[in-house]
């Protein structure tokens, strides 16, 4: 993926967390970010996150037609 064509957020990690990141990257030789990155790519988070987002939209579509015929 081109580093031009992304954006940037800002997320809160446990300490803890932050060390597992930290060794992670270290031992990569690479950013924190990057490592971090390929690791939610490899685990195919999005492809999950996108499923959930799909099933959200629909029972809420749902929802909306039931609550509209009463």
């Not at 992304?6 to 930290?22: D, N």
């Not at 060794?23 to 996108?50: C, E, H, I, Q």
């Amino acid at each position: 993926m081109s580093e031009r064509n992304t954006i940037q957020i800002k997320i809160s990690l446990t300490p803890e967390e932050y060390e597992i990141l930290k060794k992670l990257s270290d031992l990569d030789g690479k950013p924190m970010s990057s490592t971090f990155m390929n690791f939610v790519r490899d685990a195919k988070v999005f492809t999950v996150l996108k499923k959930v987002l799909n099933a959200t939209e629909t029972l809420i579509a749902a929802k909306s037609y039931f609550s509209s015929k009463h």
